[in-house]
């Protein structure tokens, strides 16, 4: 295994403006969570920081290389860093920081030893170093690291030791009502771009032969999320509390880097509250953690609620229609309870009967939708029992 395969380019910041090793540790363990191979995230965090106890892992030429093992780490992963001012990482330090590289290591073994000798190797090539401070985004920057192992090592392997096995980030589910040619080709164009993104993917097939390779309650618990490209129904209630991306089989052979790219995109925002995380835009500050009211607007929607019916959003006001937003980004997270509170005012009548739609299609997919105040009176018709909570 080359130590490329332990990067992606969702674990590479470039240009932050972090001040102190506290905001620095903090965010190499947010990029390297998104390898999703770290159980606990804040016992990564403290073994850092007690590597760092130990001795500063500075190196030189504005290089700094936190490392660590431990059990909350199922398998290596490494993340990088780049800061737009030098830092003094650590007081003892003889040099500032502005580029680091994190190790992340599961506690038996010595990988985490492999993987720090591969890459003190290949950064003592000071135009590599260069190449790395020069580069613009992400990708080339993990272009960069490819290119000089590469040239180093060919081939050969960073270490002898067994690497363990990821498991799947992504899931898919294809589906064509006339026949299995498109279930099919859906299926391996979207395998196929996983692997070049490095983001391991399984595509349950739906065709006229029947579900194969149908995906596992365990793989659905870990993945990252899950690409539904079907035309023809398909059960989904299995995803509940999943990021969920409604597409067209279509999609799935010809745009399937892009609906990979976009499923990794709707990944929960894991610095919101769990109440946060289901109310969704009931108030503004949530609002805005998802990115509702942002100036590009018509950028958002695109990324944000694709496989949705175009119509509907081309006529969608961010600053206005915050509550039918609402309600199309949760049918992507459907976590298992909706609330509503008061933000169903003034709708007209062709709102309430779209609203009573929704809501119904929701609460079929065994989902529950609970109404507070106002929205009690818009919906009373459809709910399923009505109480009164002094």
Not at 150 to 162: H, I, N, V
Not at 273 to 298: D, H, M, V, W
Request: charged share 25%; hydrophobic share 40%; with cysteine.
């Amino acid at each position: 295994m080359r130590i490329t395969e332990l990067f992606t380019a969702q674990s590479i910041a470039l240009d932050e403006a972090l001040t102190d090793q506290e905001q620095i540790i903090s965010r190499l363990v947010e990029l390297q969570a998104t390898h999703g191979n770290i159980t606990d995230k804040e016992a990564y965090k403290k073994a850092l920081y007690a590597r760092e106890a130990e001795g500063s892992t500075y190196v030189d030429n504005g290089i700094t290389v936190p490392h660590a093992k431990t059990n909350v780490v199922t398998r290596p992963s490494l993340a990088a860093l780049r800061l737009s001012s030098p830092v003094q990482y650590n007081a003892e330090d003889d040099g500032t920081t502005d580029l680091l590289f994190a190790i992340a290591a599961p506690e038996n073994g010595s990988l985490h030893v492999d993987m720090l000798a591969r890459m003190m190797q290949m950064l003592m090539n000071e135009d590599f170093v260069e190449k790395l401070k020069a580069a613009k985004t992400p990708a080339e920057f993990l272009d960069c690291i490819d290119a000089q192992e590469e040239a180093q090592f060919g081939a050969e392997s960073f270490t002898q030791q067994e690497i363990p096995q990821s498991g799947y980030r992504i899931l898919a589910v294809t589906a064509c009502v006339n026949g299995i040619a498109h279930t099919y080709m859906a299926a391996e164009a979207l395998t196929k771009a996983g692997d070049k993104l490095g983001l391991p993917t399984k595509v349950e097939t739906n065709g006229s032969d029947g579900a194969k390779n149908i995906l596992t309650r365990e793989e659905i618990a870990n993945c990252d999320g899950i690409i539904v490209a079907a035309e023809k129904k398909v059960e989904t209630a299995r995803f509940d509390g999943k990021p969920v991306l409604f597409t067209r089989v279509d999609d799935g052979i010809h745009k399937p880097e892009e609906l990979i790219k976009k499923i990794e995109a709707l990944k929960p925002i894991e610095n919101l509250t769990n109440e946060e995380n289901i109310l969704l835009p009931t108030y503004p500050r949530i609002c805005s953690a998802f990115g509702f009211y942002q100036k590009q607007q018509k950028y958002i929607l695109e990324d944000n609620f694709l496989g949705l019916d175009r119509r509907d959003i081309e006529l969608l006001n961010p600053e206005t229609e915050a509550w039918k937003i609402g309600i199309y980004r949760y049918k992507l997270f459907h976590p298992r309870v909706l609330i509503l509170k008061n933000m169903l005012q003034n709708l007209n009548v062709r709102e309430v009967a779209w609203l009573k739609r929704e809501l119904r299609e929701i609460v079929g997919r065994g989902s529950s939708v609970l109404l507070l105040e106002n929205e009690s009176k818009v919906c009373v018709d459809v709910a399923d029992r009505l109480e009164v909570i002094a």
